[in-house]
């Protein structure tokens, strides 16, 4: 059966998956669809195939989080190697030159406050950045290459948790914002130092407010369907906004605000003022996202 003629079923919520080396982000949601017998899913943020780690699923209603997650931090562990460049910018590639030179932890720890804070990243050829309606992996895979502009993303923290002199090959622990590419990161590494760089794996072990040990398997996730237990994995589609404080509403304010009438200050239980909040229902129910604008309390996001 084709996702297009799944039914809904019903189900709404958030499974944080340990998605597995060797499958795209499509090929997780693609294997979810069929496991729950839903159409209806989206995922929290891309991860190459060769990467591991976090990446939040999100089914049902739960599916429109995936644009507004409050929760913007990405972590990773990222193995690298100097000495080496790719046209990938990791070891799956073709490899396109090679050096000899000696790097030691010092050279490397002297030059990596150099990528935390704001910094510009040229995207890679092979990523899903789309110029002109066209991915940039689709064009590199023809053997082509376009200019590409360098955008503005944001490392919180990098630091080097391992590093073999004798071998240059180590590992990198990153926190940075959405849309930080660690195979450029790792490649602008090796050329500031000199020697190319290239990354062999790739764990994230955060993203979207989720981590790794909330994730679920495949595998789990699996065993759980076929005992008919999928929905009991879900956990609820608030959860993705617990950076945002609650708002609660009375029976008769739940109604009007459901109509979508904007309330008065008074009429909605506020823990503190704030643009955004978590809103509930009467019932205790999650009703999306509100918030405060010109001193009425309005809807920002509707999951009901």
């Known amino acids: 059966m084709s996702a297009k003629n799944y039914r809904d079923s019903g189900l709404c919520g958030i499974i944080p998956v340990m998605k597995p080396q060797g499958w795209t982000s499509f090929d997780v949601v693609a294997k979810l669809r069929g496991l729950l017998k839903t159409r209806r899913i989206g995922h929290g943020g891309t991860l190459d195939p060769m990467a591991e780690g976090v990446l939040p699923v999100f089914v049902g209603k739960a599916?429109?989080?995936?644009?507004?997650?409050?929760?913007?931090?990405?972590?990773?562990?990222?193995?690298?190697?100097?000495?080496?460049?790719?046209?990938?910018?990791?070891?799956?590639?073709?490899?396109?030159?090679?050096?000899?030179?000696?790097?030691?932890?010092?050279?490397?720890?002297?030059?990596?406050?150099?990528?935390?804070?704001?910094?510009?990243?040229?995207?890679?050829?092979?990523?899903?950045?789309?110029?002109?309606?066209?991915?940039?992996?689709?064009?590199?895979?023809?053997?082509?290459?376009?200019?590409?502009?360098?955008r503005q993303v944001f490392v919180e923290s990098i630091g080097l948790a391992a590093y073999d002199e004798s071998r240059r090959e180590g590992v990198l622990r990153i926190d940075c914002g959405k849309g930080t590419y660690v195979r450029?990161?790792?490649?602008?590494?090796?050329?500031?130092?000199?020697?190319?760089?290239?990354?062999?794996?790739?764990?994230?072990?955060?993203?979207?407010?989720?981590?790794?040990?909330?994730?679920?398997?495949?595998?789990?996730?699996?065993?759980?369907?076929?005992?008919?237990?999928?929905?009991?994995?879900?956990?609820?589609?608030?959860?993705?906004?617990?950076?945002?404080?609650?708002?609660?509403?009375?029976?008769?304010?739940?109604?009007?605000?459901?109509?979508?009438?904007r309330l008065r200050r008074e009429q909605v239980e506020l823990s503190c003022e704030a643009e955004t909040c978590r809103v509930y229902g009467a019932d205790g129910d999650f009703l999306g996202l509100g918030g405060m604008k010109d001193g009425e309390f309005v809807s920002v996001k509707n999951f009901f």
Do not use: H
């Not at 000495?83 to 720890?109: H, M, P």
């Open 63 to 150: 599916a429109k989080c995936c644009d507004i997650l409050p929760d913007k931090r990405k972590s990773y562990t990222a193995g690298f190697r100097l000495g080496e460049k790719t046209d990938t910018l990791d070891i799956t590639g073709n490899i396109l030159s090679r050096c000899g030179k000696a790097v030691s932890a010092d050279e490397i720890n002297a030059i990596l406050p150099e990528f935390t804070g704001e910094i510009m990243q040229v995207p890679p050829m092979f990523s899903a950045v789309k110029i002109d309606g066209r991915k940039l992996c689709d064009i590199a895979r023809k053997g082509e290459t376009v200019e590409r502009k360098a």
């Open 184 to 261: 450029t990161i790792i490649d602008d590494l090796g050329e500031r130092l000199g020697a190319g760089g290239v990354m062999t794996s790739l764990l994230r072990t955060y993203s979207g407010g989720f981590s790794l040990e909330e994730c679920l398997t495949l595998e789990r996730i699996a065993e759980s369907c076929a005992a008919g237990r999928g929905g009991d994995l879900l956990l609820p589609t608030d959860a993705a906004f617990k950076l945002y404080p609650e708002a609660r509403l009375g029976e008769r304010e739940t109604a009007m605000y459901k109509n979508g009438v």
